[in-house]
């Protein structure tokens, strides 16, 4: 397994953005498709956005699309989440994820059963 783990969580107000990064290590990181998930107190773990082993392929949440992009850079063994216009209903931990793939399948998947490696989280909080 790869580990991961996440930064660039804080407070923000309403309006304002966050980059969260997540930086895996232990093994080759084009060999994960990767995806950021999240979970607010009480609620379930949901998909925010995921994207493929090359990048070339993305996917988000619909409360997301617009607002967030998530990137990669293979060569940094990093994962971004741009997050842009945040609402007080962002508020959550973000958790990073991991999913080993063949490099045929350079797609994405938005279930978080399928994805093997967690990091730790970093809390968002976005105040009204």
């Known amino acids: 397994q790869v580990q991961l783990v996440e930064s660039g969580g804080g407070l923000v107000h309403t309006g304002g953005s966050l980059r969260l990064s997540c930086e895996a290590s232990?093994?080759?990181?084009?060999?994960?498709?990767m995806a950021w998930f999240r979970q607010a107190p009480g609620k379930e773990r949901e998909f925010a956005a995921a994207?493929?082993?090359?990048?070339?392929?993305?996917d988000y949440d619909d409360s997301v699309k617009g607002r967030f992009a998530i990137s990669r850079d293979n060569a940094k063994n990093t994962v971004y989440l741009q997050m842009n216009t945040l609402r007080p209903e962002n508020t959550a931990t973000y958790y990073c994820?991991?999913?080993?793939?063949?490099?045929?399948?350079?797609?994405?998947?938005?279930?978080?059963?399928?994805?093997?490696?967690w990091g730790q989280g970093t809390q968002v909080t976005v105040s009204s």
């Open positions: 232990g093994r080759r990181f084009s060999d994960y498709a």
């Open positions: 994820a991991a999913r080993g793939v063949d490099y045929a399948a350079d797609d994405t998947t938005s279930g978080d059963t399928d994805y093997d490696s």
């Open positions: 994207i493929s082993w090359s990048g070339r392929s993305t």
